[in-house]
Nanobody, 120 residues
């Protein structure tokens, strides 16, 4: 099967930075779009940023200009550099990947989530 392992969350002061990483492992033929979502207490999960296998990116308006998503296709890893963090960014961040396990088998995979807490 396929697993996504996230790392890099933690506690940071407002205005600070964090870098999240998410590595896909297991039975993988290729990984298409990878992305980061977040869910704050009492709110729905929302897309933060995504990146295609070709490098095209998409950002939520609330993070554009502060966050940068990137990926290493050779390592099936996606990163999220978060700068100028604000208390509104506090949430559990989840990695998501669109994985082909063979030419016919495709599935969406989620990571376990990593907590990001921004103190004001």
């Amino acid at each position: 099967q396929v697993q996504l392992v996230e790392s890099g969350g933690g506690l940071v002061q407002a205005g600070g930075s964090l870098r999240l990483s998410c590595a896909a492992s297991g039975l993988i033929f290729s990984v298409n779009t990878m992305g980061w979502y977040r869910q704050a207490p009492g709110k729905q999960r929302e897309l933060v940023a995504s990146i295609t296998i070709g490098g095209a990116t998409n950002y939520a308006g609330s993070v554009r200009g502060r966050f940068t998503i990137s990926r290493d296709n050779a390592k099936n890893t996606v990163y999220l550099q978060m700068n100028s963090l604000d208390s509104k960014d506090t949430a559990v961040y989840y990695c998501n990947a669109d994985v082909w396990q063979s030419a016919l088998a495709r599935r969406a995979v989620w990571g376990q989530g990593t907590q990001v807490t921004v103190s004001s």
